[in-house]
C-alpha cells in the first residue's frame, strides 16, 4: 500500500515538550516524523496492533506508547494531552471517527489543539461540521490534491464526552453478514477439531466451530484490538468453556502452534484501498501451521482470485458453496 504524503508534517506546530495523542493513525508518517525530534512524546491510540508495533519497534527511543483506541476514555484521565491528530483514511467507519472526536475532545487540555486530515470521499467537509459542533470553529490549514488539514481549539468550555466511551462496531460484531453465512453452511466441523480463526472480527465463526468441537479447542485471532475485545464478550455470553480470543497481526501469535481446521473471511481492504495482501498472507499462514491433512476454509467475493496461492500452498482445491456473489473454497493441506 502506497502511503500518502505527509501532510500533517507540514501542518501540525508543536512545542518541544508537546504529548501528542495519535487517533488511530499510527500508519500515518507523521508518526514516524515526529519520533524523531527530540523531546516530543506520542500516544498511540491504535486499535491495529501491527500498526502500533511496526511504528514502535522502528522507533525504539522515542517516547511513544500504545494503548487501544476503542477503550481509551475508559482507561486515561482526562485533559492531560497537548495535540491530538487523526487521518481518516485509517479510520473503519464514521462510527470511528465520531468516537475519535469524544476521545480529543476528553484528552486534550483547553487550548489544545486537534488536526483532521482526508479527502473529500473519505468525508472530511461532513466531518469538518462536527468538529465544529464539538469543537467550536474550525480552521483549514491546507488543501493539496483533494486532500484537507484541519485544525480546531479545545476551548475550557468544551463539553465533555457524556458516556465513558462507546463500543465500536466491528465486522461482523452484531449480525451474521452474507459471506460468514455462507461460509457456516459450507463448513464441516469434528468434534474434536483443534480450529483457527483468523481475522475473526466479532467472532462468528470461532463460535459456531467451538460449538460443535466440543472436545477441541478453537483459538481466534484478529489484529483489531475492537475485535479481540468484541470477541472476548461474545465469547462470554456464549459460556462455551473450548474457545479464546487473542490479539494477533495475522497468525502470528499462534504459529508455533497446529490445528486440524482454519477458517476466514479475510478483509480486502487497507487505508480505503483494496488489496490481495491480507488473505493471501492469512493464506501462507494456514498452510503453516495446519498438520497433516488439514482443511482449510475460505469465503471471498468471486472478483477476488485467490486460487493461484492456494494451489501453490495446498495438495487440493475446491468450491463448496457460494452464491453468484461469494465463493467458498475449501483447501486440503499436502
Known amino acids: 500500500m502506497i502511503l500518502p504524503s505527509c501532510l500533517l508534517c507540514d501542518t501540525v506546530q508543536l512545542s518541544a515538550e508537546d504529548r501528542v495523542l495519535v487517533l488511530n493513525s499510527a500508519a500515518d508518517p507523521f508518526v ?18 501491527a500498526n502500533a508495533t511496526a511504528v514502535m519497534a522502528a522507533h525504539p527511543r522515542a517516547r511513544m506508547s500504545h494503548c487501544a483506541f476503542h477503550d481509551y476514555i475508559l482507561h486515561h484521565p482526562p485533559a492531560t494531552l497537548d495535540v491530538a491528530v487523526m487521518n481518516l483514511l485509517y479510520q473503519p467507519s464514521n462510527a470511528w471517527m465520531h468516537y475519535a472526536l469524544e476521545v480529543a475532545a476528553y484528552a486534550l487540555k483547553p487550548g489544545g489543539h486537534l488536526y483532521i486530515t482526508g479527502s473529500k470521499d473519505r468525508g472530511i467537509l461532513s466531518f469538518a461540521k462536527r468538529m465544529q459542533d464539538a469543537f467550536g470553529p474550525v480552521e483549514t490549514l491546507l488543501i493539496s490534491k483533494g486532500q484537507r488539514v484541519l485544525r480546531a481549539r479545545k476551548a475550557a468550555t468544551t463539553a465533555p464526552p457524556e458516556l465513558p466511551g462507546r463500543e465500536l462496531k466491528v465486522f461482523a460484531s452484531n449480525q451474521l453478514d452474507e459471506g460468514t453465512r455462507l461460509l457456516l453452511e459450507a463448513l464441516e466441523v469434528r468434534e474434536t477439531d ?12 470461532g463460535l459456531h466451530i467451538a460449538r460443535q468441537a466440543i472436545q477441541g479447542q478453537v483459538t481466534m485471532v484478529d489484529v483489531s484490538l475492537a475485535a479481540v475485545a468484541a470477541s472476548q464478550r461474545a465469547i462470554a455470553q456464549s459460556g462455551l468453556p473450548n474457545i ?9 501469535a499462534v504459529l508455533e502452534q497446529r490445528f486440524d481446521l482454519v477458517a476466514t473471511n479475510p478483509p480486502f481492504h487497507q487505508g480505503g484501498i483494496q488489496t490481495k495482501d491480507i488473505a493471501e498472507r492469512f493464506i501462507r499462514e494456514a498452510a503453516q501451521v495446519l498438520r497433516p491433512q488439514g482443511r482449510f476454509y475460505l469465503v471471498a467475493n468471486r472478483f477476488l482470485k485467490y486460487e493461484p496461492v492456494l494451489a501453490t ?19 486440503r493441506m499436502r
Request: with cysteine; glycine share 14%.
Open 313 to 331: 500452498c495446498f495438495k487440493t482445491l475446491e468450491e463448496v458453496g457460494g452464491n453468484t456473489r461469494y465463493k467458498v473454497l475449501l483447501a
Open 194 to 205: 483443534e480450529a483457527l480463526d483468523i481475522g475473526c472480527g466479532g467472532g462468528f465463526i
Open 244 to 252: 479464546r480470543a487473542l490479539p494477533s497481526d495475522g497468525a502470528r
Open 32 to 49: 514516524s516524523y515526529v519520533a524523531k525530534q527530540p523531546g516530543a512524546s506520542l500516544v498511540l491510540a491504535e486499535d491495529n496492533l
